[in-house]
């Protein structure tokens, strides 16, 4: 599936689910780590376990992000109580969703010029 970008923005753009991934300018990832200014493949752990730490990259960003969007795979799944508390205690505000969902709404944002962070999970 293939997603339009509405706005020009700078920085990595997700625009097509392919082979299983996140198509993302050249390269297509099984899951993914994507910020304002790159894109990385990521191999999260089982959801019910995700720390912080597995999302360090993103938290390193400057200026720090208005907030995660966390797509949860191919449904949505309620990430760990606390995973939500260390990520708010941070000041980041989190947005969990499917995956699919995450990816069409990080294409918005961006094009809006949010600066947000996201981690996706497999589709």
Request: no cysteine; net charge neutral; aromatic share 8%.
């Amino acid at each position: 599936m293939r997603m339009d970008k509405g706005q020009q923005t700078d920085g990595p753009i997700i625009s097509a689910f392919s082979g299983g991934g996140f198509k993302v300018d050249d390269g297509v990832y099984r899951a993914l780590l994507i910020t304002p200014v790159r894109a990385d493949g990521w191999t999260p752990p089982p959801i019910g376990v995700l720390t912080a730490d597995d999302i360090a990259p993103l938290l390193a960003l400057d200026p720090f992000p208005e907030f995660l969007l966390l797509g949860t795979g191919p449904s949505l799944v309620r990430p760990p109580a606390s995973f939500v508390r260390a990520i708010e205690a941070r000041g980041l505000g989190i947005e969990a969703m499917d995956s699919r969902a995450a990816a069409r709404a990080w294409a918005v944002l961006r094009g809006e010029g949010r600066w947000i962070a996201g981690a996706l999970y497999p589709l």
